[in-house]
């Protein structure tokens, strides 16, 4: 059974989580602390740049921009890595010390509509995207050491922050965060039902796999089998691990599951989740009458759904 596969339905494509992932990039993490390689990379013409403004990005004709060292402001300097025989470099800048309008700086879910339509080139910046932003939300938020309150450093190529008070160095937060589809009766049947819920703050239709953070001293399957029950009242028994994708918006690591449910009845917390339903693979490839819409291809809850449906899901948002 494929590792993607779980407890589900057949695979019948690439997951769209996947997808976004298939162009990682060597991170030259041993290269950090060695400045006269940093030196020589940064002063490389053929050496690439992201620039952002905080931690917006500013898009060009729909594609990403990437300067050379030369155009690049100043700012705080992240060294991403090299693929295909170029450097890479992300820069922290001020946002009123960047070229162009305000807005037309913007964050990156505004991107996930090309993601969405199959923006091949953009699927392949992806990962690059997810690295720079995932540093910049923690250099944006990680002003003072939290163990004296002194000044922070930037170090290791960005990826350190050390305090110049107490020496205490400071490292990226990444909170595990599990995403579960939640199953029912017999597995690949016509009666088979995943649980989906509705979350607070969205409109009546809208449905998505549960998910919630780990707890310290928690394992991921408990956390799976805790959230479940304290959002929708049902009880889960088997856990199998799905796959996982970064979601530096602004810090997790979604881990995905699947779970055998234990019982039927939902009873929603109505703090988080203000609807939660079972429903049948005819309902979510819109067979039915059945209102619902359903992340499309971006998140890795769209391909938990996608694999127990079967196939594409046609009712994305």
Known sequence: MSAHA???????????????????????????TDDEWLAERWADASTRVLVLAGTRLRPVDGAIEWVSPTEAPDGRRLLLGHADDVTR???????????????????LRALFPQLLAGDVALQAEV???????????????????????GTLESTHAGHELTCTSCGKSQFPR??????????????????????????????????????????????????????????????????TYFGNQP???PASLMLGFTGRALSEDIEVDGTEVAEARWFSRA????????????????????????SWVGQPLRRGW
Request: charged share 25%; glycine share 12%; aromatic share 6%.
């Open 6 to 32: 779980g407890t589900l339905g057949p695979v019948t494509r690439e997951l769209p989580h996947v997808a976004l992932s298939a162009h990682a990039h060597d991170r030259e993490g041993m290269r950090r």
């Open 89 to 107: 470099f992300a820069v922290i800048a001020e946002p009123g010390d960047v070229a162009g309008e305000p807005e037309e700086w913007t964050g």
């Open 127 to 149: 990962p690059w995207l997810f690295h720079a932003i995932g540093l910049a939300e923690w250099h944006w938020v990680t002003r003072f050491c939290p163990r004296c309150g």
């Open 174 to 239: 990444t909170d595990p965060a599990v995403i579960m589809a939640i199953t029912r009766g017999e597995p690949g049947s016509d009666d088979e039902r995943i649980l989906l819920g509705r979350n607070t703050a969205w409109p009546e239709g809208r449905f998505s796999t549960l998910a919630g953070f780990c707890e310290p001293g928690e394992t991921l399957e408990d956390a799976v089998r805790r959230e479940v029950l304290e959002e929708t009242g049902v009880r889960v028994g088997e856990v």
């Open 247 to 249: 979601w530096p918006l």
């Open 283 to 306: 309902d979510l490839r819109g067979e039915t009458d059945v209102d619902i819409a359903v992340p499309g291809g971006v998140s890795i809850s769209s391909s938990l759904m996608e």
